[in-house]
């Protein structure tokens, strides 16, 4: 399959059984959704599910890759998505585990991060400071 719709509806198929799906298009790819919550890339013609600390391990014992991509400094960014394995995308059922765990990575990122904060009151604007006045000269 390629980067496609074919491609698309196929991982919006696997992710079905966790929620409503959708996908959207993004960057050079598309982000997959599972009811509001962004799980997954698909990006040059592979599926990238969520990961953090605590689900990384499972996805590198699985043999799983991260998605990485060159900057321009020409070092190589690595973002907190993998691979899925390659079984995982032949049926929902064998997706589900690794589609747990991408919600609750993408969950724990979504409940992490601070509330925007509420705007500040505009400063008050400064009283002038007095210009020093040149003393008067005395008559006398």
């Known amino acids: 399959m390629s980067n496609s719709q074919d491609l698309v ?11 409503a799906t959708r996908a959207r298009r993004m960057f ?6 599972v009811d509001d919550l962004f799980v997954a890339l698909i990006i040059s013609d592979q ?6 600390e605590q689900t ?6 699985a043999g799983c890759r991260p998605f990485e ?9 690595v973002m907190s998505y993998w691979t899925a394995p390659d079984d995982a995308m032949e049926s929902p059922d064998l997706m589900q585990p690794w ?7 993408a969950l724990r990122a979504a409940n992490s991060k601070r509330p925007p904060a509420a ?9 002038k400071a007095p210009t020093s006045a040149r003393p008067k000269a005395r008559r006398g």
Do not use: T
């Open 69 to 77: 991509y060159p900057r321009k400094d020409g070092l190589r960014a």
């Open 28 to 33: 050079s790819g598309h982000g997959i959704y």
């Open 119 to 127: 705007r500040k009151a505009p400063a008050k604007p400064r009283a």
């Open 99 to 105: 589609a747990r765990l991408a919600m609750v990575s």
């Open 47 to 52: 599926l990238y599910l969520k990961a953090d």
């Open 9 to 19: 509806d196929h991982c919006l198929e696997l992710l079905a059984p966790m929620g």
């Open 56 to 61: 990384r391990p499972q996805f590198e014992q």
